[in-house]
């Protein structure tokens, strides 16, 4: 047997030393590994979730990329998008409305839910661009089926719904919390005005569908409409998210009283007076790597106003800006947080120009964005923000550009794409397009048998109206809940 133990005689004592084996040597790689693995696993928990400005080099080496690297990133080769959205704008300025030649007028129909298909049409165009590509899609994978949408498990957040006559009932719902709730509450309240306010002989079709309110939709390989998706989600078909309805946050409310307010500040205080700076304040633990890149590239620069909001620091209050109040603000900054940024929207309600890294997630307006070019609306710069200083340094030589850009996304965006009147239109094209990829037909009743005698056993759903009047914990879990 081997001996374990190697004895040395010295001068007055004798000492034993143990031999070194290849258990040992294996333990003693296996303890190492684990106490690597543990310091990383601390240094990226650390990374994520400080709110701490600065982070040691070594976090900052461990610390995962994330979203602030991706495989993909919206870049849009839309021609009939918003070429065609600005040409009408432009010919809406010197032209009356003649033989029938409606024409949008952002004063007059910019709450306008009842416009027809044509006019819809008209105002809006490349509005409906994400919805046409998941048509394209169905039309090469198949239609959807009921067996598709039943093989659902609703998840997090998740509401299946039925517009049947021009109504709208709530079949199912898997809402966790206050804030699943109010966000899925807002998306069907706006989807119930789009189809109260469709025009008589506006064709409402009869539907049915599973959509998700949460950021990151969990089934994205399935048929679902969601408030965001990336480039290889192919299956998720967009809506408005929910803020577009009303969003309970600070300074915020509804999309268009955000507007008006932005409008009304700008009255006050024109473009020449406004600070010329970039702004930006965010929650730097939504996105880490992203978002600190951001600060990082602006900390120190003499055009910057870029910060963080700690929800409990005591100034608070003093960090925090409202979506007007950035309007103050001749630049704009953005940056993604855990998947799409429910923000952006409201800071293209200013009259300022937006600075964004590549976006990688799409929202169902985000055709419209433009670059480059004599339409540019924004500002694009790298995802890690390493061109960000130059792009700054080229508005401030070239106050001429920024004003157009800030002019193009004021046109663009609030006094077009952002308005409540194409958020309607867009809900009632998703509605009809989806019938278009549906394999069946919808029924209100289940079990109904035609024959001699009609019987009809449980009705499917409640109807929206009455859905809202529920109390939040049978809302959360419909119909589990029970009534």
């Not at 049947?164 to 807002?186: G, H």
Request: aromatic fraction near 12%; proline fraction near 4%; charge should be neutral.
């Amino acid at each position: 047997m081997e001996k374990l133990w190697i004895v040395e005689e010295r001068k007055d004592k004798r000492m034993y030393r143990r031999r070194c084996g290849g258990s040992d040597v294996l333990t003693f790689f296996f303890v190492s590994t684990c106490a690597l693995l543990f310091l990383l696993i601390c240094s990226i928990l650390y990374g994520t979730r400080t709110e701490s400005p600065s982070l040691p080099p070594l976090v900052r080496e461990v610390m995962p990329a994330g979203r602030c690297l991706c495989e993909f990133s919206t870049n849009f080769a839309c021609d009939t998008c918003l070429d065609c959205a600005a040409n009408q704008v432009v010919l809406g300025q010197n032209a009356t409305e003649e033989a029938g030649n409606w024409l949008f007028n952002y004063k007059r129909d910019r709450n306008n839910y009842a416009l027809d298909e044509a006019q819809c049409d008209s105002a809006f165009p490349g509005q409906y661009e994400d919805i046409e590509r998941a048509v394209k899609v169905r039309k090469r994978w198949g239609k959807v089926t009921e067996a598709d949408l039943s093989s659902f498990d609703l998840t997090k957040g998740m509401v299946r719904a039925m517009i049947y006559d021009r109504e709208l009932y709530v079949i199912e719902t898997f809402l966790v919390d206050n804030i699943n709730c109010q966000k899925a509450l807002a998306s069907l309240s706006a989807m119930y005005r789009a189809i109260l306010a469709a025009p008589p002989d506006s064709d409402i079709p009869n539907i049915e569908f599973i959509f998700s309110v949460e950021d990151l939709p969990a089934q994205p390989t399935k048929p679902m409409w969601s408030l965001a998706r990336r480039a290889q989600d192919h299956n998720l078909w967009l809506i408005p998210d929910f803020g577009f309805w009303s969003w309970d946050m600070p300074s915020i409310g509804t999309l268009d009283e955000v507007a008006n307010e932005a409008v009304q500040r700008e009255s006050i205080e024109p473009w020449d007076q406004k600070t010329e700076k970039l702004v930006w304040r965010g929650k730097i633990n939504f996105a880490p790597k992203l978002r600190r890149a951001l600060l990082d590239a602006a900390k120190g620069k003499p055009w910057s106003d870029v910060g963080q909001l700690k929800w409990t620091d005591p100034n608070f209050k003093e960090q925090f800006l409202g979506p007007v109040d950035q309007c103050n603000y001749m630049f704009i900054a953005h940056a993604e947080g855990r998947s799409y940024s429910g923000s952006l929207k409201y800071r293209q309600l200013c009259r300022s120009v937006i600075v964004s890294h590549k976006l990688q997630w799409i929202q169902h307006y985000h055709y419209l964005f433009r670059s480059n070019g004599s339409n540019q609306n924004f500002v694009e710069v790298e995802r890690d923000f390493s061109d960000l200083a130059s792009a700054m340094e080229d508005l401030l030589d070239h106050p001429e550009k920024a004003k157009r850009i800030a002019d193009n996304n004021v046109q663009v965006f609030r006094e077009r794409y952002l308005t409540q009147a194409a958020e309607a239109c867009y809900w009632r094209k998703l509605i009809r397009r989806w019938k278009d990829v549906m394999a069946w037909e919808p029924v209100l009743y289940q079990g109904v048998e035609v024959g001699e005698r009609m019987r009809r056993t449980q009705k499917r759903g409640v109807r929206y109206e009455t859905f809202m009047l529920y109390e939040q914990h049978v809302q959360m879990e419909w119909p589990k809940s029970g009534r």
